[in-house]
Nanobody, 125 residues
Framework: QVQLVESGGGLVQAGGSLRLSCAAS????????MGWFRQAPGKEREFVAA????????YYADSVKGRFTISRDNAKNTVYLQMNSLKPEDTAVYYC??????????????????WGQGTQVTVSS
């Protein structure tokens, strides 16, 4: 079992930056691919970024490519999402997720087994 706890969300003006963190419990964290997803009001949950177990490969949604960076520190059981040049359309609840059956980065929501409770990101115009 893995527990994920996100932090770092908040209110920021357009053009600003935030760094989300996701702390994971369990010694097997380093074996899992990790991802970030987001869900805006009235919309489906969507993929944002993913990272392989080693951090060697990453994927990004087109909407965030060049602005967001996913990284991980396996010694600290933590994955990060650095968000720069934020836009109002980035406003959503952001969720961290772990893919227990995969070491490779994946964009597929149904391949993630564990989810955090989410952290709100609000970008004002």
């Amino acid at each position: 079992q893995v527990q994920l706890v996100e932090s770092g969300g908040g209110l920021v003006q357009a053009g600003g930056s935030l760094r989300l963190s996701c702390a994971a419990s369990g010694r097997t964290f380093r074996r899992y691919a990790m991802g970030w997803f987001r869900q805006a009001p009235g919309k489906e949950r969507e993929f944002v970024a993913a990272i392989s177990w080693s951090g060697g490969s990453t994927y990004y949604a087109d909407s965030v490519k060049g602005r967001f960076t996913i990284s991980r520190d396996n010694a600290k059981n933590t994955v990060y999402l650095q968000m720069n040049s934020l836009k109002p359309e980035d406003t959503a609840v952001y969720y961290c997720a772990a893919a227990a059956q995969s070491t490779l980065a994946t964009i597929r929501l149904d391949e993630y087994d564990y989810w955090g409770q989410g952290t709100q990101v609000t970008v004002s115009s």
